[in-house]
């Protein structure tokens, strides 16, 4: 006798040992890059395992296997140094426990789990890709898992074909309640957060400047922010975006007196804005997911409209939460800022007590030398670059200890633009002019198709700022030893100047301007990717329902809910034939139909020639019309001729149209 | 415990009004039930987890995964329920089997539309799982079921069920088909001397009874439609066409008799009966069965035992 064993408890078949093999590695491919090396032979364990329960060892793994290959697994992740409660940890030890499960994927059960697990992975791989590109391939895992789910249930009657049409169609189907909910369920705040540092590299700009990181931002030509000016864009020259500002100086290299240690020391409440005084300009950043607090503005900021964000005394902004999903805000600048808040110079004249001496000697000789004019002195030093041999490259010989920036100014001058910076920035501490370095871009591409500026991680740039006559003076030593970088982008600079050291990409691309075109129309999609999907809040759809039907209270709300679910289950149940409209009669029986709502019904048997007779008699002055009718009728009924039928049919319309009780 | 009891045995009246028997049910919105199966709760579980991933990672894509994955629950019942709406079981026939064996029943599986339906489950302590593949207009399952006495074997409530094809929800019916087996008694070789009355010097004799084609007769005049090999070629060298004819020989007076056997309790007295005829079958005799409320004349085939067979098995159920 047979008992009955519940769907849970029953062992797979073949062909779902396939889909299953098959989507796990559709779900682990995508994450592959960030794997250590060691988890792909984890990954072969587990094949040769499956290999094994597919052809017919249909056994648990032992227990030695599982506890070796756990522990392993687990010493593994702590040698590759994910060893901190972080997130990169997290889905490192949910991956390799993802794998380790499928040595024992032998009954429903457990390959529902590794389903439902793999659901959860394309979940977390969103939290790493959230471009148009990352969100095909979690909709190719989404498809995978839910194909594996109807392998599954279908069991041994499976089809691959079947299979596809019913997994496409169920996800097609959920689409509708899918966008509903996104756009209705309200964002809330994080209940509690995970460190996530690693989320990512850390891009961008950083709150310490050591002159190598600049050099490698300069390859990476993606996208740092993406900006739309709500009027006229200032002039391409004036395109300098800030970041961090850096007026920490130990030596070597420069800090912001603001940053990621210091975070919760930070000034509290509305700080006092810099109120504009030049042009203004309003815009809205998308910056992308930097992981960072910094937020970017264009030289200079007077205000900004962003959650949890403030205005940091030393000029620029900075958010609470990290900014680990690309963000949006409005901002405002004004070519001048009244600067009268400024109260901390001499925190930008701290200078160590040693270190480059030479250098400082040699600044001190020219501020003499001009007797004593800021102004003057600064010119001075930017002669000096413009007139001996100073060299722009991005592959400068390696400055170090604390002679670094003397080492500079005397020895090779080659750098780039921190080199520079750096050194104006240390003169004019020399001689007491205060001094900070400005970390940002400078640039960008507009882009006419999707009318924004966007801005690559390329495009970073160090700068000057001295306060000179009361105010901050913008003061870029670059322009002096390479005009041009200012005008053009580096990638644009480096074609004209120098190719060899452009990145291998914007090589390739700048020689084929279709590849220019598609990039602008791809940036494009991002930006509006990001515009309608990623920085999606739930009151835009809320406020483009009221603002056509008026405030709604909850109940209306729920209504509507409801109402909107009853449509689409009526929908879907038209869909999966559940439900059969009633079909339109051909003719010529609705004609005979209509002409029996108006008369009277035929009888049982009667036959369309003596129930017409018969009303003829009851409404003779209809006779004639009735007698054409029935013979139409006939002929229709009984001659099927195929070519004439439309217009047979509309004459038959025509005539019954006037027929009537009288 | 009682209340328990009570709320059951509440549930399987209300079931038994809401699904009357009868020998064909057509499943629709009245007859079908479904609900999530644990199944798919699990997966609201991962759904909320996704949301969770959401709102503290605020990432948005996770909340389009999040509600994409409850909404296909919602969709995943349309499928599911699709696959019974529609669908019609007949009670085809069930066999006669002797007691202790097991009973088949047979039952069609039919639809107005031609619709793949997936693995349907046909549920019952008494056969686990039996599963029925419905691709096309058409298709039959066949349930067996022990026999643990004589006597009526009508085919149980059943649960109908499906999870095709994701299983995340579960939709089912119970079916109740008027469709009953019967089993005729355990033949028990009862001991001689327990008969009385009958009488064993009769018992050899034998007469025909009726034409047949076992041995020949006898000759007879042709007529229209008799068989060219029976024809008598000898007399039609005579000019007579005459065709021979055969008859079938039978026991005259072997009637298995109910009331040969007045020592017995009733079941007793079927399980000789039933034993008896074993004996004529083996021996390639007729018999003829003869009950308090029934008689069948003697004869012999297997439609014929099978008569026999099932008068033993109704005795008293009708």
Known sequence: MNHYVPPMQRALMLPTLKVLMLVQWVVVLPFLRYLPVWLGGVLALVMVWRWRVMHGDMRPAPLWLKVVSVSVGVAGLFASGLTSYTLDSAVALCLLGYLLKSLEVLRRRDAIFQIYLGFFLTGVYLLYHYSPLGALTAIAMLLANTLALHAVTADRSFEWRRGLKYSLGLLGSAIPIMVIGFLFFPRLPPLWTIPNDQRGAKTGMTDELTPGNVANLARDNSPAFRVRFDGERPPRSQWYWRGSTLGAFDGQSWRAFYNEQNRRQWPRGRLPEPTGVGDRYDYTVIIEASQQHWLYFLDWPTSVQADNARILPDGRAARQESLNQAYRYRASSSTRVDWSGENALDWYRALPNSGNDRLRAWARQRYDAVGGDETAFVDAVLDTIRSEPFFYTLQPPLYQGNNSISDFWFGDRRGFCSHYASALGFMARAVGIPSRLVGGYLGGVYNPNGDFVQVRQMEAHVWVELWLNDRWVRVDPTAAVAPNRVELNLDDWLGEENPSELPMGSRVRRGLSMFNQAGLWWDSMQYQWQVLVLNYQDDSAMGLVESHLGRINPWQAAGFMAAFLVVLGVIMAWLTGLLRLPRRLPEPWASLRRLEKRLGEREPGETVRHYTRRKAQEYPD???????????????????????KKSTETRLRHLVQPIKKT | MGLRRTFHRRVEAWIARRLPVSDSVTLNQSRIFILPSRQGMVLLLVAFVVLLLAINFESSLNYALGFWLVAMIWAAV????????????????????????????????????????????????????????????????????????????????????????????????????????????????????????????????????????????????????????????????????????????????????????????????????????????????PFGLRLPDREIPPGKGPAHTEQCRRALAEFGER
């Open chain 2, 78 to 285: 349309h499928f599911t329920y699709r696959n019974l709406s529609g669908l019609t079981l007949k009670a085809d026939r069930a066999s006669l089997v002797q007691a202790g064996e097991a009973a088949e029943y047979h039952l069609k599986l039919d639809s107005d539309v031609d619709r793949y339906r997936g693995p349907l489950e046909l549920i019952h302590d008494d056969w686990g799982l039996v599963t029925a593949v419905m691709d096309g207009e058409e298709t039959d399952v066949s349930l067996s079921r022990e026999t643990d006495r004589r006597g009526r074997h009508p085919l149980p409530r059943f649960r109908l069920e499906s999870r095709y094809p994701f299983g995340l929800v579960v939709a089912w019916s119970h079916v109740e088909l008027d469709l009953s087996a019967w089993a005729y008694p355990e033949p028990i070789d009862q001991d001689a001397h327990h008969q009385a009355g009958s009488d064993a010097g009769d018992a050899t004799d034998d007469h025909f009874i009726h034409s047949g084609s076992e041995d020949f007769h006898a000759l007879r005049e042709y007529q229209a439609g008799d068989a060219m090999h029976r024809i008598h070629w000898p007399s039609f060298a005579r000019d007579q066409l005459m065709v021979k004819a055969f008859v079938d020989y039978q026991a005259a007076d072997e009637w298995l008799d109910w009331a040969n056997y007045p020592s017995l309790m009733g079941e007793q007295r079927l399980a000789a009966l039933s034993w008896q005829i074993n004996q004529c079958l083996a021996d390639d005799r």
């Open chain 1, 622 to 644: 209809q006779a004639e019309a009735l007698m054409s009718v029935t013979t139409l009728i006939e002929n229709m009924a009984y001659n099927q001729d195929q070519h004439s």
